[in-house]
């Protein structure tokens, strides 16, 4: 089984920046495609950002240019830089990691945007 461990999380102010990390532990063979999703209270989850084993990137179009996905390959962990943030983005996020078709999800970490 592969555990996500997130951190970063936290309250910053609107046009701020945060930085959030994910690290995969347990029985890692080999993880494909990690990405962060999040959930807004009364809303559905939803994709932010992905990102393949070999660097390829895409993004929701309410992140893009603002957000972005990295990957250490070598440490199975994956990255997201958040600027400009926006009170909309105030949401738990979650990360995510796929293994021969098995997802796997981090318990989540609050980012609150917030004057």
């Known amino acids: 089984q592969v555990q996500l461990d997130e951190s970063g999380g936290g309250l910053v102010q609107p046009g701020g920046s945060l930085s959030l990390s994910c690290a995969a532990s347990?029985?890692?063979?080999?993880?494909?495609?990690m990405g962060w999703y999040r959930q807004a209270p009364g809303k559905t989850r939803e994709l932010v950002a992905g990102?393949?084993?070999?660097?390829?990137?895409n993004y929701a179009d309410s992140v893009k240019g603002r957000f972005t996905i990295s990957r250490d390959n070598a440490e199975n962990t994956v990255y997201l830089q958040m600027n400009s943030l926006k009170p909309e983005d105030t949401a738990i996020y979650y990360c995510?990691?796929?293994?021969?078709?098995?997802?796997?999800w981090g318990q989540g970490t609050q980012v609150t945007v917030s004057s």
């Open positions: 995510k990691a796929t293994q021969r078709g098995t997802d796997y």
């Open positions: 347990g029985s890692i063979l080999h993880i494909n495609v």
């Open positions: 990102i393949s084993g070999g660097g390829r990137t």
